[in-house]
C-alpha cells in the first residue's frame, strides 16, 4: 500500500481569482475542485504542498517557441494565438499557467522521488497545445515540459494514461521540437489515450495496461501519470464515450492495475494524477463529483481508506 494520503501541489494561485466568462471554467478547476473536495468532507487524505516554485519563461521553451511563450507572458497576447486557444487571455490567466505547469513537474518529481506516495496536480488545460501555440483550452504543453525536465534531471521515462475524451496530441506534435522527447516519453506506450466507446472502451484500456505492464517491468517506464478526463462521460457537454458506471470502472480497473502491478514487481510505481477535461455548463458540480469519484478509488485501491462514493456521484 501506498501513504493513505495523497499529496497534492496546489496553490490558490493557480486558478483564476474571479468569475470570468469563458466558455470553459478549467482554468478555475483547481480551486473548485479543492473547495469541493473541502465541502464533502475529504480534503483530510490530501496533503496539501503549495509552496513549490512557479516556472520562468523558459521553463516554457522547453516545448514551445520563443515567439509563442514571449507574447503570451506578454501585456497582451497577440491575436494570431487567442483564436485558437479559445479562452480570455488577461495577464491573472498567464500567470495561473506558471502554477499549473509547475505543479505536473513538481508532483511528478515527488512521486519519483517518494514512490510510495501517490501525487496530485489538480490541473488541466495541457494536452492539445502544439510548439507553436495554445490550442482548445490548452496553453501549454505541461506533460511534455513536466517529464523533459525529468528526464534531463534524472534519466527517467513517463507514461501517461490519457482518459480525456479527446485525443491528448500535444506529445505526438512535440517530437519533432523536443529533440529527446522521445526518450522522455516512449513513442510506442508513452501516451495511452482510447477512442472508443462503452465496453469497447474498457477492454481496450486493459489491454494497453497489459503492453504498459511489459515496460515497466523491463525498466523502460520508470512513471505513470493518470489524467482521468471527465469530459469522456456520456453526460459531459463534449462527452460520448461511457456511462457513469463505466467511467468509474476504468478507475477500478486502472488502479487495481497498478496495485497488482506493484505486488508482482514488489516495488512501488510512481505514480502521479491530474484531472484533464469536464465541461457542464448546467451543473459543473457534476464534473466536479466524477474527479472525486476517481480520487476515492485511488484512496480506497491504493492507499488502504474505506470511503464510499454514493455522496459524491
Keep these: 500500500m501506498k501513504n493513505p ?12 481569482s474571479i468569475e470570468n466568462d469563458n466558455s470553459s471554467l478549467s482554468p478555475e478547476k483547481p480551486k473548485k475542485l479543492i473547495e469541493y473536495l473541502t465541502e464533502k468532507g475529504l480534503i483530510e487524505h490530501f496533503a496539501i504542498e503549495g509552496s513549490f516554485m512557479p516556472f520562468d519563461k523558459e521553463d516554457f521553451y522547453i516545448a514551445h517557441c520563443k515567439e509563442y511563450v514571449d507574447s503570451f507572458f506578454s501585456d497582451e497576447l497577440e491575436k494570431k494565438y487567442k483564436t485558437l486557444l479559445g479562452l480570455n487571455w488577461s495577464k491573472e490567466f498567464a500567470e495561473t499557467t ?20 501517490v501525487c496530485f496536480s489538480p490541473t488541466s488545460g495541457f494536452h492539445h497545445a502544439t510548439p507553436k501555440k495554445g490550442v482548445l483550452y490548452c496553453s501549454f504543453s505541461g506533460q511534455v515540459i513536466a517529464s523533459m525536465k525529468i528526464y534531463r534531471e534524472l534519466g527517467l521515462s513517463g507514461c501517461y494514461i490519457d482518459l480525456d475524451g479527446h485525443y491528448g496530441n500535444s506529445i505526438d506534435n512535440s517530437y519533432g521540437f523536443v529533440n529527446d522527447l522521445d526518450k522522455a516519453i516512449l513513442p510506442e506506450i508513452g501516451n495511452i489515450n482510447i477512442q472508443s466507446t462503452h465496453k469497447e472502451y474498457l477492454d481496450e484500456l486493459e489491454q494497453r495496461l497489459k503492453t504498459l505492464e511489459k515496460y515497466v517491468a523491463e525498466g523502460k517506464i520508470h512513471y505513470l501519470v493518470f489524467c482521468h478526463g471527465a469530459d469522456s462521460h456520456e453526460s459531459d457537454d463534449l462527452g460520448r464515450q461511457l456511462t457513469t458506471e463505466e467511467w468509474i470502472k476504468c478507475s477500478e480497473i486502472f488502479y487495481s492495475f ?41 484512496l480506497n485501491t491504493l492507499c488502504g481508506q474505506s470511503i464510499l462514493t454514493k455522496s459524491v456521484v
Excluded at 98 to 117: F, G, K
Excluded at 263 to 272: D, E, G, N, Y
Aim: aromatic letters at 10%; glycine letters at 2%; proline letters at 3%.
Design 98 to 117: 506558471r502554477y499549473t505547469n509547475a505543479s505536473l513537474y513538481y508532483s511528478i518529481l515527488h512521486s519519483v522521488e517518494n514512490p510510495d506516495v
Design 258 to 298: 497498478v496495485l497488482e502491478l506493484q505486488q508482482r514487481l514488489q516495488r512501488q510505481i510512481p505514480l502521479c494524477l491530474s484531472l484533464f477535461g469536464g465541461y457542464r455548463k448546467d451543473d459543473y458540480n457534476e464534473v466536479l463529483s466524477l474527479h472525486t469519484a476517481d480520487l476515492i478509488q485511488c
Design 5 to 16: 494520503k495523497i499529496k497534492t501541489f496546489y496553490t490558490e494561485k493557480m486558478s483564476l
